[in-house]
């Protein structure tokens, strides 16, 4: 069965300071990976994606994300934080054996301080 | 460009009624997906429409259903509501195939009491 794991309920970083949000997951094919980021009573937000290829993505507001096989691992990363940046941020993943459906973990809140 | 949109945005209804939300994807998507999103957590996929037929279910009861039209728009449906169904609903919609992420409306809060 797929599943997402985000270990962290709260990151708690500086502005300026680089970022790290942790994701692993589970799957019994080849994953397809997301990040997502939600604002307060707003729907989520499609940030980027690993579906092949190179490790290292790139996606919107400067974050990146490294797919670890061998960890079954996501990190989302960003080397400067902003204070704009503070939001809850979700992992998930899909599995094409298990269909169309994607799956979301609990989600990590993001706090950068000024 | 528009972008995914839902209505309402705030509903209260009370134990054993029914409630439809409706959802409108983005321009060129055909594909809708809806989730339950309670407090404190993360989105939890109910089912996913496409060509007007149910194309996959989550785990949720038959209280859940519901409907794609034509123009792609789509509605969720819940009989018999329960206080556990207090959560916001996102609507999603996706691109035909190629391209794997999903566009969020501002979901619907719904409310029971």
């Known amino acids: ?114 | 460009d528009a972008g995914v949109t839902q209505s309402p945005t705030h509903l209260i209804k009370t134990r054993g009624q029914q409630v439809t939300l409706r959802c409108s994807p983005k321009s060129g998507h055909d594909t809708v997906s809806w989730y339950q999103q309670a407090l404190g957590q993360g989105p939890q996929f109910i089912f996913q429409y496409y060509e007007e037929e149910e194309r996959q279910r989550g785990n949720f009861p038959d209280r859940f259903s519901g409907h794609q039209f034509p123009n792609y728009s789509s509605e969720l449906n819940v009989n018999a509501l329960l206080l556990g169904d207090s959560a916001l609903y996102l609507c999603a919609s996706s691109r035909p195939s190629g391209s794997y992420e999903q566009y969020f409306g501002p979901g619907t809060r719904l409310t029971v009491t």
């Open chain 1, 1 to 114: 069965a797929q599943s997402v794991a985000q270990p962290e309920d709260q990151v708690n970083v500086a502005e300026g300071n680089p970022l790290t949000v942790k994701c692993t997951y589970s799957v019994s094919g080849n994953p397809y990976l997301f990040w997502y980021v939600q604002y307060p009573n707003r729907g989520l937000q499609f940030l980027l994606k690993y579906i092949t290829g190179d490790n290292l993505v790139k996606g919107s507001y400067g974050f990146e994300a490294e797919f670890n096989k061998s960890q079954t691992s996501f990190h989302l990363k960003k080397p400067s934080a902003l204070v704009s940046d503070s939001a809850l941020y979700f992992c998930a993943v899909r599995d094409l054996t298990g269909g169309f459906k994607t799956i979301f973990g609990a989600g990590t809140r993001l706090f950068v301080k000024a």
